[in-house]
């Protein structure tokens, strides 16, 4: 069973290999990172960052090596563990992944409904959680109705609406103007500083300079630094 | 614990999705009520021929000859013996006298040729209806010749050849039901179970995110699920409606003698709840299959 995520490392990677087709995405990738930590991984375009927050997440199995999430082998779940797994980790996608024919405040309910949560409770934590992000005047707006970086924060907020131990997060902005960059890397900072573990996959330099941050650095699938 | 609030999610789910996937939605309903129009026409028109043959099947009797000059209490052990056999339902008593009568009543105009004829040369018989279970070729045979042991009977006789061909008739009507309706409903299972599965293909985003946000087998699966139920219930009610329109037409154009045969059973509680149970279980039975190929990351 996944249990709840524990540890003074929060994520551990031994030795980590990905192929796809034969074509190596990551070799050999060893590395961990604390309990509340915030860590970018970096890299230009193809590097293996995406694959790596994929394989944090289950969304990949790796080729070989061992990767461990707050003290569990993810690599000994069996297939019934993997979306009790999933509702500890907060994961906001370059592309989303908002359903388009539900409002905000749906996309969100949802996240936590699936947990069998009782409706008085999805509510409260969702107005929370959109005041806290600024959207609560968007809770029933659809996503295509917002913009990109409004539809951005819907997904931050579905992420930390079931309080994750760790949030991921692939090229969060990746399309937005250097001004809601810095914004939004603020806001992962804010979450980093209340406890959670953050890991922010991205290719933008000056973002990296501008905050004071562990890196990891990818070249063709491997560590660098 | 939560499997009220998680029923009531998968209905309200279903229903939204229904109304959100409105094009497709229809198309599996419209598939669904067209299949099993057709599968109920089939059904339809088998059962009228079965009841009609089984109406045919009523005729068969087998004809026990006595002997003549036998004593009132002998015919009497007789009929009881025979009353006492398992494939007898009744048997009817023609005495020589009523035999002869029946037989000039059918001659009618023609009574001169009997008039040479100074004796009765009808012997009297029992005309004896069997069961329907016994309604065969082997059991009217068994039958014949446990009476022929009877002592006082003279002769039994049952339409050998035309019990058999009647037979052989029904064989092959069954087993020709029987192959074209299982083609028709595996055909119908593949096609459900595939514009199913255009329903999912059309919403694999929404099952793949489902499935990135948590959500276990069960939960993305339920509402498909019970979507797909409603529309094979959905679909059935409509193919009753489409098979009364098509009895009410085939009944305009079809000379009375056939009437029997086009005169769909469509309103018989047996056949509108069975095709309601064949709609529904289309539905668990395509939806299943098509869920079952569905790979949840």
């Not at chain 2, 946000?213 to 529309?231: M, Q, R, S």
Request: proline share 3%; charged share 20%; net charge positive.
């Amino acid at each position: 069973m996944a249990g709840t995520l524990s540890g003074p490392n929060m994520i551990n990677m031994f030795h980590v290999y990905k192929n796809y087709d034969g074509m190596s995405a990551l070799t050999d990738v060893t590395f961990k990172i604390d309990k509340g930590e915030f860590v970018f991984i970096t890299g230009a375009s193809g590097a293996g960052k995406s694959t790596l927050l994929r394989l944090m997440f289950y969304m990949e199995k790796p080729t070989q090596g061992q990767i461990i999430m707050g003290g569990k082998n993810i690599s000994r779940f069996r297939k019934k563990d993997i979306p009790f797994f999933r509702r500890k980790i907060g994961f906001v996608f370059q592309d989303f992944k908002l359903l388009n024919n539900k409002t905000v405040f749906d996309n969100i309910a949802l996240a936590l409904r699936i947990t069998g949560m009782d409706n008085n409770d999805i509510s409260k934590k969702i107005l929370k959680v959109l005041s806290y992000l600024g959207l609560q005047h968007k809770a029933n707006f659809k996503p295509l109705t917002l913009s990109g970086g409004e539809q951005q924060r819907v997904a931050i907020a579905r992420a930390l609406a079931k309080e994750p131990t760790i949030l991921l997060a692939d090229e969060p902005t990746g399309n937005l103007d250097p001004e809601r960059a810095v914004d939004i890397i603020n806001l992962f900072n804010d979450i980093n500083l209340r406890g959670t573990t953050v890991v922010v996959a991205t290719h933008d330099k000056s973002i990296i300079d501008r905050f004071n941050k562990r890196a990891i650095l990818l070249d063709r699938g491997r560590i660098v630094n | 614990m939560n499997y009220f609030r998680w029923f009531a999610h998968f209905i309200s789910e279903s229903f939204q999705n229904i109304r959100s996937n409105l094009a497709t939605s229809l198309v599996t309903i419209a598939t669904i009520a067209i299949s099993l129009a057709i599968c109920g026409l089939f059904l339809g028109f088998f059962i009228n021929l079965n009841n009609i043959l089984s109406s045919i099947g009523k005729r068969i009797q087998v004809v026990a000859y006595l002997k003549d000059d036998l004593p009132q209490d002998t015919i009497l052990n007789i009929r009881k013996e025979i009353a006492g056999m398992p494939e007898v339902e009744d048997s009817e008593y023609l005495s020589k006298e009523k035999a002869f009568s029946i037989f000039k009543e059918e001659l009618k105009g023609q009574k001169g040729i009997l008039d040479g004829l100074g004796i009765n040369p009808f012997p009297a018989s029992l005309e004896i209806r069997v069961k329907g279970l016994f309604r065969n070729p082997q059991g009217v045979k068994g039958l014949t010749s446990r009476l022929k042991m009877i002592g006082g009977i003279e002769d039994v006789q049952y339409g050998q050849e035309w019990v058999e061909r009647f037979f052989v008739f029904i064989k092959f009507v069954e087993g020709f039901a029987l192959i074209i309706g299982s083609f028709l409903l595996v055909a119908t299972v593949f096609i459900v179970s595939n514009t199913i599965r255009l329903t999912l293909y059309s919403r694999r985003e929404e099952i793949e995110i489902l499935g990135l946000i948590g959500a276990t087998n069960i939960f993305i699966k339920a509402p498909f699920f019970i979507e797909a139920i409603l529309e094979g219930f959905l679909g059935a009610v409509i193919s009753i409606g489409l098979l009364y329109m098509g009895r009410y037409f085939l009944m305009l154009k079809t000379p009375s003698a056939f009437a029997q045969f086009v005169d769909l059973p469509v309103f018989t509680i047996y056949f509108t709840s069975g095709l309601i149970a064949t709609g529904v279980i289309l539905g668990i039975l395509g939806s299943s299959i098509s869920l079952k190929k569905l790979a949840i990351r």
